[in-house]
């Protein structure tokens, strides 16, 4: 065993070194020979990277309400479930909303207060996404209340009331899922109706700004002149 971990380590800093060593090399390399080509492909590899974890990252804060509002009812009916859309990062971070009731408030004033009020970050993917989570998180208060209003009325029995909350969660997770992975992926809304609602509280991105169906506009036949 002493063997073992002998070898373990001295093959994890030989690692290390040859890492370190490739990275010197390369910094050293680009410093004498000004490679631009590799400069770019990383600095845009690592913007791509960005924007798609801020991207995701917009729908977490209304992913966590949705889950902090129904998972309590259908943990105990259905435990496998609760396993697959409540890992243990998420389940974490549910505690804290929990901690903090106002977590969604904060989200709306620091998203379209801040972030959409004063164009941050520039990247206009990532703010679509940030305002798309807000117009989520806005509608998710009201069907909040209606389903606790409605299950506590007409809702006794709480297997019941765990079926209901589990068909609300389903509905919301429908919605989620395509939100992430356009997000992951890169891709606008199709639904021209979401994507002007969403667009038109980006505002213009400058004075040479192109609206995104401008394009469409232009295709468009135009009539002959009589």
Sequence with gaps: MDTLSNWFFSAYWLELSIFLFFI?????MEKAFNFTKPRKWFMAFNGLICQRVLSVLAFYVPYLDVVNTHIPLIAETHP???RIFLPTFIAQSVDIVQRIPFLSFLYLLLGYGILIRYKIPEDRFVRFNIMYGILIISF??????L???FTNVFVKDPIDKSEAALMAFLAWVLIFIPCFLRALFGKYDSNTFMRE???I?????GPDFIWWDRTRKDQAPKRPKL
């Design 147 to 149: 389903f606790i209003n």
């Design 197 to 199: 609602a969403i667009e």
């Design 24 to 28: 010197v090399l390369g910094f050293v």
């Design 140 to 145: 998710q208060g009201i069907f909040h209340e």
């Design 80 to 82: 496998l479930l609760v």
């Design 201 to 205: 509280h980006l505002g213009r991105d």
